[in-house]
DNA sequence: TATGGATTGGAATTATTATTTCATATTACC
DNA sequence: GGTAATATGAAATAATAATTCCAATCCATA
């Protein structure tokens, strides 16, 4: 016998949805209000689930036997296992899961480790946002001529995406980041009528540092994005943010300071169209 | 009879909480494993749950009624519907959301819709990847002596971070960016030893798709990372992932992209740095 | 320290639920 | 179109689990 039964939720998916054809009319059924309700399978009965699938009994039974269980009871297992999984604390998982990375258990807990990283980085952000910084970053951003971006290395993603939405939204920006050189002389445009967002976590890159000094000498308001009180950015920032990003295998999530990006980006973009549509009435 | 019944978790935790002075020490004891393991109590049978807490099922049982319940089973509907409630909230709560948004409910809407799509995507990956693309496109990358980085636009975020991250691992890289339009130069020097990561979503850049499509055609294997069988990338790549990225107000989420990038570059890495160990020994 | 009430343990009972069985229907193949 | 193999429905049965009940124990109070 060769048949190896599914462990968990994902190989029964997979195993699922490979012999679909294969499967008989009313079983196939049965296959696809799985795969949809599986939350329903975690807890029904085998009768309230046939019910809502609407096939009978036995069939749901015969249906957890050609998968290799032994009975529906077994398959609903796998099903009740997944929603464990799920609810079992990140910040938990993702211990769990540096530990198996470090002891070199295979490439899937990677994977999962940057999942849990990035899930806890959300999650702390969504909790610690304080919202007058968040209106006062919006309205020093709204009203700038050119809103600059400056930011190096791991943080420089962050910043090539702020500048993608910036110019869907028509909003006039400049990222600095040439490499030839020049970006002193960019710099060198900027005027207190514009604004800067600033995006850098220890350790922080001496360039951006430097090129944020620089600017906000030139009475350029700064908006901050980085990882702590200390950091030397919030000492040029009029507003600045904290955000605690979870790191795996040495790389820092990216994921907290992404969606606090994008909202800044496209909170501006409203607060704008507001009030040229009010300027305009 | 003023006994009102939890009917939701928070509820009844806190009526727990509240009398959790005034019960009788076995009640107590099974009160606090209710609170410690809410998992067990939805899952487990009322003789399994009172063997894990140490008590008598019949304790169990007066400990429901107690409650204002009928019996274990009522008490442990509200159990389950946490669970459910848990599982099902991301996707409602971004619905919610973007409704929210939609009639101008303030800038805090905003970035809640943002951290929601983000947690959605990620929760949808890790249900998603597939484990043998993922080994096959790790094995891939690994044996590659430069690793070309290939993304435009939206996309391109992403690829400044691998790029940014394979160089920290001292990995040959090549990000294909130039704004220079010196592009068709660098990707003539690509060779079938080599391999590129290409990502690209819907719309996709025909640039990324013509660039792609020129560096398949000399043999060089392709891992695309896109989001539907559809895909023009698809075609041309040796494996390809999956990612559905939730968006809102018009902008998409990278978390899950991002998370699956940095498996797939630290995987790499990892899996280069056991070749060459084992080459020396 | 005796007494009544509350609490607890453990087994008996009842209810619920999964599984099996068998008759019937459907399908695929000759 | 007939026949065997397969699939399905429905009810009977077996297993499992919740609940109840009663005796034993504990605890507070007089």
Chains 1, 2 share one sequence.
Do not use: C
């Not at 699938?53 to 050609?66: D, E, H, K, M, N």
């Amino acid at each position: 016998m060769d048949e190896r039964v599914p462990r968990d939720f994902e190989t029964l998916r997979a195993t699922i949805l490979e012999r679909r054809q294969s499967l008989p009319k009313r079983i196939a059924q049965i296959a696809a209000y799985a795969l949809d309700n599986p939350d329903d399978i975690a807890f029904g009965t085998a009768a309230s689930i046939a019910a809502s699938a609407g096939v009978q009994p036995s069939t749901l039974i015969r249906f957890a036997q050609q998968l290799g269980f032994d009975g529906f009871t077994s398959l609903q297992l796998v099903f009740r296992e997944r929603l464990r999984e799920r609810n079992s604390s990140y910040d938990e998982r993702l211990a769990a899961l540096r530990a198996k990375a470090e002891e070199g258990a295979g490439h899937r807990a990677i994977f999962d480790g940057f999942v849990a990283a990035a899930s806890t980085s959300l999650n702390d952000i969504s909790g610690r946002l304080n919202e007058d910084h968040f209106e006062d970053a919006i309205a020093l951003l709204a009203k700038a001529e050119t809103i600059y971006v400056l930011a190096k290395r791991r943080s420089y993603p962050v910043a090539s995406y702020i500048a993608y939405a910036l110019g869907k939204l028509k909003i006039r920006n400049q990222l600095i980041e040439s490499a030839a050189g020049l970006n002193a002389e960019m710099i060198g445009f900027a005027s207190p009528r514009d604004a800067v967002i600033a995006i850098s976590f220890s350790p922080y890159a001496p360039a951006a540092i430097e090129e944020a000094r620089v600017i906000s000498e030139q009475g350029v308001p700064i908006v901050a994005i980085t990882d702590s009180s200390f950091s030397p950015l919030a000492q040029f920032a009029k507003v600045w943010f904290e955000v605690a990003e979870a790191d795996f295998a040495g790389f820092r999530s990216l994921s907290a300071t992404m969606a606090l990006a994008m909202a800044l980006t496209v909170a501006v973009g409203e607060k704008r169209s507001d009030s040229s549509r009010k300027r305009k009435a």
